[in-house]
């Protein structure tokens, strides 16, 4: 039972790993992305993906500390992120954020 408890942590070890690799990687190509895109458009998206990559970091950083304090961090980066990527796509169709005129 203990070969199996610790075969799973070492498992668990090494997906963790891997997962932080592939999402640093992810980073440095979205920040390449964001400071090279061709268009605003594939600048936003970049944008939300580093936030989504972000929540990533925050999971895996949870399961290495093995601690569920760090679940309202993912949250409260997930919202932040959507209300990030609503207000940079309000500002790219109409040009304003806020619009003010509503006639």
């Known amino acids: ?3 199996l408890l610790s ?3 070492r498992f668990l070890d090494i997906a ?3 997962s932080i690799i592939g999402i640093s990687l992810s980073l440095v190509l979205l920040l390449y992305r964001i400071i ?3 268009t605003n458009p ?3 998206v970049a944008l939300d ?3 989504i990559n972000l929540m990533g970091v ?3 950083v949870s399961i290495v500390l093995i601690s569920s304090k760090l679940n309202d961090v993912v949250l409260l980066i997930g919202i932040l992120s959507f209300l990030g990527t609503l207000a940079v796509a309000k500002y790219l169709e109409a040009g304003v954020i806020i619009d003010r ?3």
């Open 1 to 3: 039972m203990n070969d």
């Open 7 to 9: 075969l799973s942590a």
């Open 16 to 18: 963790v790993l891997l």
């Open 36 to 38: 090279k895109g061709p």
């Open 42 to 44: 594939d600048r936003a």
């Open 49 to 51: 993906a580093i936030g």
């Open 58 to 60: 925050a999971a895996l």
């Open 101 to 103: 005129d509503r006639n």
